[in-house]
């Protein structure tokens, strides 16, 4: 656990009923769960960014939306700044609005298209200060669009998102967050659907908040060499569960859980100097309205034993901030 986190969660869980119309709904007993988030625990310190890195499907954004309570967690305990989330405090939940923000993936549908820059920069800047007047705002939405690098910022003020590419658009979101100087950003896949040329400059914005501001990141991706890039640490998902955590530097380079292991054997970018063979995994990732028994990797894992049928293995700390849930795990060689 790190000192004094921003953020801390506890045997955070989220579940989601399968709807399968009104009727059977009605009348089955047994209903089916999506467990997308099943008992997870993670903190992020102050000015830390860590990466929540896995496959489609594997309950990182679900993480990342219960975190902020866009999604309604169905048990555990989320932490901000030391106190306990309350989301039935409006006085609370406003001041939590202040401090922590999120960037979607798709720039084009996180935009109003309605309205003009100005409007969508200058709304979490209205919510928390209504008083303020439109000369300050003005001045303070060109500021934030400087920052983001659309320069002059007054050239887009009064134009709309239709007006702009992909990487402005996602500018502009990046604008409307950085505007209240969050202490926690959850940002979800961010430059995801941006051309390489604009990656760089999206994820340079996120060091510049980091270093001016001390802001924490919970850094969403399915691309773990750009998490190796741009993390402190990195927590690897795996079908609801986090199965190892550690520095960035130690999951690149010695990740232990068989899991961790598979993904980095694709990536030869992260280190040209061990050459390693590619771990192609067994089968396909299991539903997460149907969970195997024990370790939910063990359908697919390539040193699975009879115990890994029937006991799900615990988060234990092999090294200093290395976690890694397996009951077989060994470095990577």
């Not at 961010?190 to 990141?217: C, H, N």
């Not at 380079?253 to 063979?277: E, F, T, W």
């Not at 990797?297 to 988060?315: D, G, M, S, V």
Request: charged share 30%; with cysteine; aromatic share 8%.
């Amino acid at each position: 656990m790190k000192p004094n986190p921003v953020i801390e969660i506890s045997n955070l869980s989220v579940h989601f009923d399968v709807r399968e119309g009104f009727i059977k709904d009605l009348f089955k007993k047994n209903k089916k769960l999506v467990r997308a988030v099943d008992g997870i625990d993670l903190s992020i310190a102050k000015g830390e960014i860590v990466s929540l890195v896995g496959e489609s499907g594997s309950g990182k954004t679900t993480t990342g939306r219960a975190i902020l309570n866009l999604v309604h967690h169905s048990s555990g305990n989320i932490k901000f700044n030391g106190e306990n989330f309350n989301s039935k405090n409006k006085r609370w939940m406003k001041n939590f609005r202040k401090k922590a923000q999120m960037i979607f993936q798709d720039p084009y549908q996180s935009l109003n298209p309605k309205f003009m820059i100005i409007d969508i920069v200058a709304e979490p800047l209205r919510f928390i200060n209504k008083n303020l007047s439109e000369e300050e705002t003005e001045k303070r939405v060109i500021e934030a669009l400087e920052f983001a690098g659309l320069k002059p910022g007054k050239d887009y003020l009064y134009r709309y998102p239709h007006e702009l590419s992909g990487g402005q658009k996602q500018r502009v979101a990046i604008a409307a967050v950085f505007i209240i100087s969050p202490d926690f950003i959850v940002a979800d896949e961010p430059v995801s659907m941006l051309d390489a040329s604009v990656r760089a400059d999206i994820v340079k914005l996120m060091f510049e908040m980091k270093k001016e501001k001390g802001t924490s990141y919970l850094f969403i991706t399915h691309d773990l060499a750009l998490a190796w890039l741009v993390s402190d640490r990195i927590a690897i998902m795996y079908l609801g569960k986090i199965v190892e955590i550690g520095p960035s530097k130690i999951i690149s380079g010695n990740c232990r859980h068989p899991y961790s292991q598979a993904l980095i054997s694709v990536l030869s970018n992260i280190d040209i100097k061990k050459k390693r063979k590619k771990i192609v995994l067994k089968g396909e990732t299991p539903s997460p309205t149907d969970i195997p028994r024990g370790c939910r990797f063990h359908t697919r894992c390539p040193i699975a034993k009879e115990k890994c049928k029937t006991q799900e293995p615990k988060l234990i700390e092999r090294d200093k901030d290395h976690f890694v849930a397996c009951h077989y795990d060994k470095r990577l060689i």
